[in-house]
């Protein structure tokens, strides 16, 4: 019996370690698990690739002439004829065998080199797609990551301010009973308790909702719990002037470079319709084997002789072929690409304003943020101090738990400013290594 029931207990205590037990991510491990796992990010990189074979294609097209093998087999009966007859009309079997081999060296060899060009472009594009997608993923990781910390602080500071407010109004409840003050002060102090109640769920709710947004990004079940560690930096300095990050934004802004080689394509293409206003210049060489066989043998004023014959010979050729009905369209489609490629344009100088926009803001936060940290820093001094003198005075019967549970409110309240001071440096610098375009790992 004690057998069956330390089995019954250890297996309790086993199952309680599995439910309990989370996986521990730092900053660092999202990021990994993210570019691995992230299915948009897999897209872009098949994308990439895909955008591989399509070179390999054009190349082929530029490079190998065209290249064919004919065979054909007839065979010919006649049901009725009359008059002088063609022999070629009578019954007979023909074989023809053929191998040909050509290429366009004037409006299509320059439309493939076109084409060749663009399938290199379209690869750069699809390069810069996938490291945009990349810096995307890091800064929704990243931002997810110090949200959750941030609402930790903040439900860290909203529990002890609901555990003082919970003693005072119990203590208005008390003063109430002895007709000290009114019960309005009572109905205060209640209102207030659950105000901070009502704003603790808030930040749970707010905590669920990134932690499942951060499972999304990372390739974690909903049901699979997690735990965020954090190491806070010894030193938080930001040395870089508003000009330099700028700068830095214009030559690295994936954007800028997938709108540049867009206008290239655009380019490319309007060289793709040029030549083609080119007429269709081709050379070639076939071999060719031939093959005829009468059903009857010929006849003559001295006999019957054998028609049947075989041939084979080489056939070298030059033509050219020139549509003039395709001239109108093709010039159409160049003044297309003109407007294509001014498009473009705007929309890089569009972009340039977007982006100094967004460095402009990310950099004052940035700036903000540190100012932040060296004022919640001096204030958390304080707080701890004042705490201290609260206990003393409480340990020394001149003080009372009241003072003390203020004190320690301040005390959190102070540490949770400090601690999202530093969140609110760490998610702008984020922002901003996005706005200046830094990949993980780059040094600006």
């Known amino acids: 019996m004690k057998k069956i029931i330390f089995l019954l207990l250890l297996f309790f205590l086993c199952s309680r370690l599995s439910v309990s037990y989370a996986i521990q991510l730092d900053l660092k491990n999202c990021i990994q698990r993210g570019l691995k796992y992230n299915p948009k990010l897999k897209a872009d990189l098949y994308t990439e690739l895909s955008r591989s074979e399509d070179i390999k294609t054009a190349l082929i097209n530029l490079l190998l002439p065209d290249m064919s093998i004919n065979r054909s087999h007839q065979k010919l009966m006649s049901v009725g004829s009359s008059g002088a007859v063609n022999e070629d009309y009578l019954d007979q079997t023909t074989d023809l065998t053929s191998f040909d081999i050509s290429k366009d060296i004037l409006s299509l060899f320059f439309s493939n ?26 800064k929704d990781i990243s931002t997810t990551f110090y949200n959750i910390l941030k609402v930790n602080e903040d439900i860290k500071s909203l529990n002890d301010a609901i555990i003082h407010l919970q003693v005072n109004f119990d203590y208005a409840k008390a003063l109430f009973d002895k007709r000290l003050i009114s019960y309005t002060d009572v109905l205060n102090a209640k209102v207030d308790l659950e105000d901070a109640k009502q704003k603790l769920s808030i930040e749970k709710n707010k905590k669920t909702y990134f932690t499942n947004f951060l499972k999304t990004l990372i390739g974690i079940p909903p049901d699979e719990k997690i735990t965020l560690k954090y190491k806070k930096p010894k030193m938080y300095t930001f040395d870089k002037t508003y000009e330099e990050c700028l700068s830095y934004a214009f030559r690295h802004r994936p954007e800028i470079a997938i709108l540049e080689f867009r206008k290239k394509v655009y ?13 269709s210049l081709r ?12 059903a009857e043998l ?4 001295f006999g019957y ?13 030059i033509s050219m072929r020139w549509e003039l009905n395709s001239l109108p369209r093709n010039f159409f489609q160049i003044k297309r690409t003109k407007f294509d490629i001014k498009a473009i344009d705007k929309r890089i100088e ?32 304080a707080a701890e101090e004042n705490y201290k003198q609260a206990e003393e005075k409480f340990r020394l019967l001149i003080g009372s738990i009241s003072e003390v549970l203020d004190a320690q409110e301040r005390l959190t309240r102070a540490r949770a400013n400090y601690s999202q001071a530093i969140l609110d440096f760490q998610i702008s610098l984020t922002n901003l290594r996005y706005a200046m375009g830094i990949s993980e790992g780059e040094i600006p």
Request: zero cysteines.
């Open 113 to 138: 080199l076109s084409e060749y060009h663009r399938a290199k472009l379209e690869k750069k594009i699809a390069e810069y797609q996938k490291k945009l997608t990349t810096m995307e993923l890091i």
């Open 267 to 279: 380019e490319n293409e309007k060289k793709t319709w040029l030549s083609r206003i080119l007429p």
């Open 283 to 294: 050379v070639g060489i076939s071999y060719n084997e031939y093959s005829r066989d009468y």
């Open 298 to 301: 010929g006849r003559s004023m």
């Open 305 to 317: 002789y054998d028609r049947d014959f075989e041939i084979s010979y080489w056939n070298s050729y």
């Open 350 to 381: 569009d972009t340039k304003n977007t982006i100094k926009n967004e460095v402009r803001t990310y950099y004052l936060s940035v700036k903000e943020a540190l100012k932040r940290i060296t004022t919640t820093e001096i204030a958390l001094k």
